[in-house]
């Protein structure tokens, strides 16, 4: 029952309104070939992020070891990059932005301020006031969470709103698209900042002898719920794909297809969706993070008054809009993302690649990122950036947004047959020295 309560608690985590209205919108666009659109954003929606947690899980929840892997100071770098964007400068001042947004368009009667100051004040409450956070998130927040969207779901598959159309792109186009939408969802990077408190509660029960085995296990759980509803969502947009615009935002998307399903309610019930998983997310991202700064400083700075900051911060920024926020903290994510990528796959590996060669990945790796990121904020404001994007523009799938991908690949190859190589030539010595 534990690993259940954890994994639903995982699911939940990871379920927040960004990745709500992403689906559908994959559904709309590519209609008659929903289904390998979900497979594309499955992969990294789900794939990477339950790595993310696996690795995470092989260092014991501890993101200094897990980050370490880059070195010191760029893994100092980056996780202070990755806590800040997924914390009180973007994620989590987000969740109560979207919230607020959508309960105002959805008829509800209440002052944007005033929804901020309450959506903060339960985060607030129930990180402060209670230890068990993973209970109340997979005992009771979860379920709820899945009640309310299990009736839009079924109600869409039963009663579809419109036909599927043929999409005009090739397979591989909108595969591509697909696996991009599932980056956006940032929870690779969320998993991060999640899995301490998930390894923390599995500790807690008693499964620290068999931790990677009870992880497999939770992952298993979050995953299956995630592809469930994935898919779901992506099929309901899909049945609207002959319907809505091709300009239709993915919010207003959303909204469109709950209201067609169910009706007037159907934006009262959307706006409980999205509350309930904005606050679930909200709620997580703020116990993980707090407990990561305490451990930054040191412990002189108590978790409570970490939490409380955060909140601040978190309320002030909401009331800039969900816009704004997703405009500041995009580009940063382009480094950020590569980065932790790779720390991923390098904390996969049980036999660790040479750190001259792990140095060499990151570094080749972040200057991609870095130039990326310069190219995206230069773009904000309009600046010319022909002369900077012919850097990078030649790389493989640059359009696609991972240039970094194929050099990764090379110098990671190049490192570990190279490590191997060192590793035979120095087994031969202590042989010979033996003999």
């Not at 497979?39 to 092989?58: D, E, H």
């Not at 620290?208 to 497999?216: F, Q, S, V």
Request: one cysteine or more; aromatic letters at 10%; proline letters at 3%.
């Amino acid at each position: 029952m534990d690993i259940i309560i954890i994994g639903f608690a995982l699911f939940s985590l990871f379920f927040g309104a960004g990745n709500l209205i992403f689906p559908p919108y994959l559904g709309k666009t590519f209609g008659s070939c929903w289904l390998v659109a979900s497979i594309g954003f499955l992969l990294t929606g789900v794939g990477l992020a339950s790595c993310a947690v696996i690795a995470m899980s092989k260092k014991r929840g501890n993101v200094k070891e897990f980050t370490n892997v880059a070195g010191n100071k760029l893994g100092f770098i980056v996780t202070l990059l990755v806590i800040l964007v997924i914390g009180p400068l973007g994620a989590i001042p987000r969740t109560g932005a979207t919230s607020g947004e959508v309960v105002i368009a959805s008829g509800i009667h209440i002052p944007y301020i005033l929804f901020i100051l309450i959506f903060f004040g339960i985060t607030l409450l129930l990180n402060v006031t209670n230890n068990k956070i993973v209970d109340i998130i997979g005992k009771y927040l979860t379920p709820a969470l899945l009640i309310v969207l299990a009736i839009m779901i079924i109600s869409g598959i039963i009663h579809p709103i419109g036909e599927k159309i043929i999409p005009n792109e090739s397979t591989s186009e909108f595969f591509s698209q697909s696996i991009t939408e599932g980056y956006n969802t940032m929870d690779a990077l969320a998993a991060i900042v999640f899995s301490p408190i998930i390894i923390t509660a599995l500790i807690d029960k008693g499964y620290e002898n068999d931790l990677l085995k009870r992880t497999g296990q939770v992952i298993a759980i979050a995953a299956i719920g995630l592809l469930l509803v994935y898919v779901s969502l992506t099929y309901l947009g899909a049945t609207a794909s002959g319907i809505y615009q091709d300009k239709t935002e993915r919010v207003d998307l959303l909204i469109s297809i709950t209201n067609s399903i169910l009706g007037p309610v159907g934006k009262y019930i959307l706006a409980a969706i999205i509350v309930l998983a904005c606050l679930t997310t909200s709620v997580g991202l703020t116990s993980s993070i707090s407990e990561i700064f305490v451990e930054i400083f040191h412990n002189k700075i108590s978790y409570k008054l970490m939490v409380t900051i955060i909140i601040v911060i978190s309320v002030i920024l909401s009331l800039i809009g969900v816009d704004r926020i997703v405009t500041f903290t995009f580009p940063i994510l382009n480094y950020a993302y590569p980065v932790v990528l790779t720390m991923i796959i390098y904390n996969l590996r049980n036999k660790q690649v040479d750190y001259k060669y792990r140095k060499i990945t990151f570094v080749v790796v972040s200057i991609i990122a870095i130039i990326q990121t310069i190219i995206n904020y230069l773009n904000i404001f309009n600046v010319n950036t022909d002369n900077l994007t012919k850097t990078i523009s030649w790389l493989p799938f640059y359009k696609s947004g991972f240039p970094w991908i194929i050099p990764f690949i090379i110098v990671f190859l190049i490192g570990v047959l190279a490590t191997n190589k060192k590793s035979k030539y120095n087994k031969n010595i202590k042989t010979n020295v033996q003999v």
